[in-house]
């Protein structure tokens, strides 16, 4: 059983650009979470997802972040306009539906450089 | 709000000594989970342990062991017969037991291992 799978591992982009971070949970799983690790930092929660649907995104910026978690694919964080302070890690973590376990399993982690 | 602390940013220890890493948290609810997360330069996310607040017995992993003290509200890991691949980045985490399953980090202590 394939772990939490995210791609791009690294990714650069100039300021004004986009950014797309795709996660894929593991198998069976329908619960997905993002995280961004700012440098010297600890994981900070942005957004709780299962399919279709946005549970919770109290975390994420209120401008140029989006996420999603359609039917079929990965999910997809999105940021637009990127910003040098946009420079972090991003992780992804996935759990099975609720009630099944109490674990949430972490990918690799996305890099994100703004330059 | 939950919140969670991490008073030592750095540690270190001789190998095959032993290390505790201090962690303190807040938060109002009864039930909840705590976890220990490694994170070596790879930057992947590593579950260490993890302890259920409802029970009293402290968590251990082979080498790794926890002392959780409910009352007070802390959660100390203790490594035992440190190796040199024990050097990373520690991070605690809180979980609610209850709905969906934000966790939050503290802010890391950097664990060196000492030859």
């Known amino acids: 059983n394939a772990g939490v799978m995210q791609n791009p591992r690294h990714l650069v982009r100039r300021r004004g650009q986009e950014a797309r971070l795709r996660c894929s949970p593991m198998?069976?799983?329908?619960?997905v979470y993002w995280y961004r690790q700012l440098p010297e930092e600890g994981l900070k929660f942005m957004v709780y997802?299962?399919?279709?649907?946005?549970?919770?995104e109290s975390g994420m910026p209120k401008e140029r972040f989006s996420a999603e978690f359609p039917k079929e694919g990965p999910s997809i964080l999105r940021i637009q306009q990127v910003v040098r302070g946009d420079s972090a890690a991003y992780f992804c973590?996935?759990?099975?539906?609720?009630?099944?376990?109490?674990?949430?399993?972490f990918g690799p982690g996305t890099r994100l450089t703004v330059t | 709000a939950q919140t969670v602390t991490q008073s030592q940013p750095e540690m270190s220890v001789q190998e095959a000594e032993t290390v505790t890493l201090s962690c303190t948290y807040d938060t109002s609810e009864s039930d909840y989970y705590l976890f220990w997360y490694k994170q070596p330069p790879s930057r992947q996310m590593i579950l260490v342990i993890r302890?259920?607040?409802?029970?009293?017995q402290n968590a251990t992993e082979n080498r790794f062991s926890v002392n959780f003290q409910k009352a007070a509200k802390s959660f100390s890991l203790k490594i035992s017969d440190s190796q040199l691949g024990d050097a990373a980045m520690y991070f605690c985490?809180?979980?609610?037991?209850?709905?969906?399953?934000?966790?939050?980090f503290g802010t890391g202590t950097k664990l060196q291992v000492i030859p």
């Open positions: 997802l299962q399919k279709e649907n946005i549970i919770d």
């Open positions: 198998k069976g799983h329908s619960h």
């Open positions: 985490a809180y979980r609610s037991s209850g709905g969906y399953q934000k966790v939050t």
């Open positions: 973590a996935s759990s099975p539906p609720k009630g099944s376990s109490t674990e949430q399993y």
């Open positions: 302890q259920e607040a409802y029970k009293q």
